[in-house]
């Protein structure tokens, strides 16, 4: 049995610049994210040892305390917070995710309404949104038909959302707006993964999909393999996979998500090779 890995494996550039920054500038025992840098549990364990400490609540933050600001950005009312209380700020935020913010934002200013395909609670939606109160959240585009849109309408997506979803709210929309933007902020991250799982899919039965179970671009890697009639098995670590996966003649493949360190993949591939009865090399896709 074969072993097949999608090109794009290890950290998107978004996570590895926030990882390495935070690194540099961490000052142990005054260094603190708010919430998770990344959403990878090895990734966070991994920063606690390097002295950066994750927090939930802005107000347990000091003057003198240094505050990174994740790769997903932070809300509007936070970053405030942060400046009254005189905490000294770190921002990580992705340039992809700033540039999507300030794309909605001057939309918003000439008069569009603001639709957003994103996941509620996801810490990407609410830190965009924050920054445009009058955005609408579609978490799925079948929710897009039941909104009365006004004459010009522009589209914007989540990072981590897929191009088959976005195109599928697009058409609801269209149907229903004068004058309709289409804004593709499907990172390029993004887009290189899913395509590249686009490649391998057919060639697999199953799929062992890499990455924090919280994190939303590895669960939409999940739903492609899903969706195509995979069976998928998402795993954090080599640890949590299972000899009984491999039941057929069928190369396995391999994928990860954007916050899941290269290593840990390469680790999950090695215990799938020593699983495997014939022991053939794995195959980049
Ligand atoms: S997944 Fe995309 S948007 Fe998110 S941090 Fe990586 S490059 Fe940036």
Same mark, same amino acid.
């Given at each position: 049995?074969? /072993?097949? @890995?999608?090109?794009? /494996?290890?950290?998107?550039?978004?996570?590895?610049?926030?990882?390495?920054?935070? *690194?540099?500038?961490?000052?142990?025992?005054?260094?603190? !994210?708010? %919430?998770?840098?990344?959403?990878?549990?090895?990734?966070?364990?991994?920063?606690?040892?390097?002295?950066?400490?994750?927090?939930?609540?802005?107000?347990?933050?000091?003057?003198?305390?240094?505050?990174? *600001?994740?790769? &997903?950005? *932070?809300?509007?009312?936070?970053?405030?917070?942060?400046?009254?209380?005189?905490?000294?700020?770190? $921002?990580? !935020?992705?340039?992809?995710?700033? #540039?999507?913010?300030?794309?909605?934002?001057?939309?918003?200013?000439?008069?569009?309404?603001?639709?957003?395909?994103? $996941?509620?609670?996801?810490?990407?939606?609410?830190?965009?949104?924050?920054? /445009?109160?009058?955005? *609408?959240?579609?978490?799925?585009?079948?929710? +897009?038909?039941?909104?009365?849109? !006004?004459?010009?309408? +522009?589209?914007?997506?989540?990072?981590? &959302?897929?191009?088959?979803?976005?195109?599928s709210l697009s058409q609801v929309v269209l149907a229903k707006t004068d004058?309709?933007?289409?804004?593709?902020?499907?990172?390029?991250?993004?887009?290189?993964? &899913?395509?590249?799982?686009?490649?391998?899919?057919?060639?697999v039965r199953t799929l062992v999909v890499v990455g924090g179970l919280n994190?939303?671009?590895?669960?939409?890697?999940?739903?492609? %393999?899903?969706?195509? %009639?995979?069976? /998928?098995?998402?795993?954090?670590?080599?640890?949590?996979? $299972?000899? #009984?996966?491999? $039941?057929?003649?069928?190369?396995i493949g391999v994928t990860s998500g954007a916050s899941t360190p290269i290593?840990? @993949?390469?680790?999950?591939?090695?215990?799938?090779?020593?699983?495997?009865?014939?022991?053939?090399?794995?195959?980049?896709?």
């Amino acid at each position: 049995m074969k /072993v097949l @890995v999608t090109s794009a /494996v290890g950290f998107c550039s978004g996570v590895r610049r926030a990882v390495e920054q935070s *690194i540099k500038h961490a000052i142990p025992g005054r260094t603190f !994210t708010l %919430g998770p840098l990344i959403h990878n549990p090895q990734v966070v364990q991994f920063l606690e040892r390097q002295g950066v400490l994750a927090r939930e609540r802005l107000e347990s933050f000091k003057s003198g305390e240094l505050l990174i *600001i994740p790769a &997903q950005g *932070i809300t509007k009312a936070f970053l405030e917070l942060a400046q009254q209380r005189r905490v000294a700020i770190l $921002d990580t !935020t992705c340039p992809e995710l700033t #540039r999507t913010r300030n794309l909605m934002m001057k939309s918003a200013a000439e008069g569009y309404q603001i639709a957003f395909l994103g $996941d509620p609670g996801h810490a990407e939606t609410e830190s965009l949104l924050s920054f /445009v109160p009058d955005a *609408i959240l579609i978490p799925s585009s079948n929710l +897009a038909s039941t909104i009365a849109w !006004t004459k010009k309408v +522009a589209v914007f997506a989540q990072s981590t &959302q897929t191009l088959e979803a976005l195109q599928s709210l697009s058409q609801v929309v269209l149907a229903k707006t004068d004058e309709l933007r289409i804004f593709n902020t499907i990172c390029q991250a993004t887009r290189r993964r &899913q395509e590249s799982l686009r490649r391998l899919l057919p060639k697999v039965r199953t799929l062992v999909v890499v990455g924090g179970l919280n994190s939303a671009n590895t669960q939409r890697l999940a739903e492609m %393999g899903k969706s195509a %009639g995979k069976k /998928v098995c998402h795993v954090e670590t080599a640890e949590d996979l $299972d000899p #009984r996966w491999l $039941d057929s003649d069928m190369p396995i493949g391999v994928t990860s998500g954007a916050s899941t360190p290269i290593e840990v @993949v390469r680790e999950v591939v090695a215990q799938l090779e020593q699983f495997s009865v014939f022991g053939e090399k794995t195959q980049k896709n």
